[in-house]
DNA sequence: CATGGTGATTGTCCTAGACAAATGAAGTAG
DNA sequence: CTACTTCATTTGTCTAGGACAATCACCATG
């Protein structure tokens, strides 16, 4: 695996890669015939952990010296914080749906789910905490690329279709939905979209990968209310608030911008001008809040 | 602006923005207190329009030296090339409805068109040539990101709405469909699937980018019959050969490998053992050869 | 407790050289 | 005239350490 697949991989910068081989010894990639780095299976595994554990606090020189076991050990300590029983059991048995041959079981129990609870429980109830328990897994290593595509293809039909089904024309306010160029993953995206939409809102999602200035000329000329961008948990921190920063003093200001995911948890500090969604609950609450500022109008 | 400022303004990577200052002498960017390089916005603006025709087929030290004014001719050059009258004509009937302002004409005007024609016709005679005609527009710089990323995306809804209600769970062959790893475009996996799953095959999609072990793997241990690859007509022709011929050897003979799309149009003679799938309607005619050659049994 | 200073940690940027993949031009065979 | 090879050029990505500012962990002081 090249140095640039794993930087696609896991989200570390080529430079980051280098300067850790330097500093820590690890990883240690081995070299083709042209000398590039050339990364195991395991290490960009350890990697991925890695990875994870940063993003939940923990520091590189703490952790780079771990096994892959240990990784996976703090990863649970993290995890058991608030886990409601009655509901990982139901995710343990989704869980193993995502499975290539069980895939008819999964497309069902998603169905049965969204029925049973209408699309913006199924959302926040189910296919959020799913989402987390997939990429934990996926961590982990217990699931692999063709079931998270899986996954994330299936949960796209269900959220597209639902979406369309629940659309209101000329609803308000306008929302645009989109991702900034290197975001690929478009579930919160879609979940956005699947909570706004029974509330009345008008959202038109571009999909991702967006370039900056191309959200900002279409946030004008299609006349929107709102920006809403998405942020995964792979998405670097750092380039999510520059871009945001970037993008807010593009925007008009009566457009206002809204940014979702856990990429940006936590930086509404740092943030200024705008909303940072901390949940799809929230995302709720800021609809409120965007209609009663607009309401005395 | 920093040079990673520019990196996600333009799409442009660091290494490239240095190697083209050493080589080219441009962009010239000045520095700050501390030695970074410091891009003033019209050169920012011209690494723009350089980006653009680069897409566009030009090559870097013919264009790098051109003026703004120079480079927009250029681009206004690429536009009026071999126009159809009577074609052009009837695309931009097609499309008027792909912008922003008019996204709830595009979606009813879709609906529509599938209702009267179903699910097979419509991609087939609605879907394919609105395709094809908002890739050229892209092309000829009438339509911008935004749009064509609106565009896709309602087609997106749209077709998987359609499929999932079509689907059927335990229909023969099973068939596996995804995209190489540097293929982002899904449309045709899309199409595919909605051209498949009407005549009763069992499809998965796995969406694009799945790197080529894992087809493999996915293949052998969904139990699939067959595994279809989609090209868009901006991936490297060389690559999709190389690429399918590796998958071709890794995949075990019983199953069979069929690949559509304009990367592989009229390159069945370099890819033996596969099946290159000429058009939608030859999609259909593969199946039935399928179907007929494991009849016996 | 809170606040501020200090030293270690850490990601990103720097230079300049190297090379393989892609491209275009010229030549050759069917 | 087309289709395939061959060869030179172009072009993006990789390499190596060095450097520095921003952040963090820690401790002392108000």
């Known amino acids: 695996m090249s140095i640039a697949a794993v930087e696609r991989d896991t989200g570390l910068s ?166 900034f160029p290197d975001e690929h993953h478009i579930l919160g995206l879609l979940m956005a979209e699947a909570t706004l939409v029974p509330e009345g809102a008008s959202c038109l999602s571009l999909g991702t990968r967006t370039p900056l200035a191309d959200i900002r000329g279409a946030a004008v000329s299609g006349k929107f209310d709102i920006v809403g961008l998405s942020f995964s948990i792979a998405y670097p921190a750092r380039q999510a608030v520059d871009g945001l920063t970037e993008l807010r003093a593009a925007l008009p200001t009566n457009i206002e911008l809204w940014a979702g995911g856990a990429a940006v948890a936590g930086k509404q500090r740092r943030l200024p001008g705008i909303r940072v969604i901390g949940d799809l609950n929230d995302t709720v609450t800021a609809l409120k809040e965007w209609r009663a500022a607009h309401a005395a109008h």
Not at 17 to 35: C, H, I, K, M, Q
């Open 14 to 179: 080529k430079d980051t890669l280098r300067v850790w081989e330097r500093r820590y010894g690890f990883p240690t990639p081995s070299r083709d015939a042209n000398g590039e780095r050339l990364y195991p299976q395991e290490q960009v595994d350890k990697l991925r952990l890695i990875r994870r554990l940063l993003d939940l606090g923990q520091r590189p020189s703490r952790i780079i010296g771990s096994t892959t076991l240990e990784l996976s050990a703090i990863l649970e300590a993290h995890r058991g914080k608030d886990l409601n029983p009655e509901q990982e059991a139901r995710e343990q048995v989704l869980l193993q749906y995502v499975r290539l041959h069980r895939s008819a079981e999964l497309v069902t129990g998603l169905h049965q789910a969204l029925m049973k609870q209408g699309l913006q429980r199924f959302v926040a109830e189910t296919i959020a905490p799913l989402n987390e328990a997939v990429g934990e897994a996926w961590m982990r290593g217990e699931i692999d690329v063709p079931e998270e595509h899986l996954y994330t293809e299936q949960v796209q039909n269900i959220l597209r279709s639902a979406i369309g089904a629940n659309a209101v024309a000329s609803g308000h306010p306008r929302i645009l939905l989109t991702t």
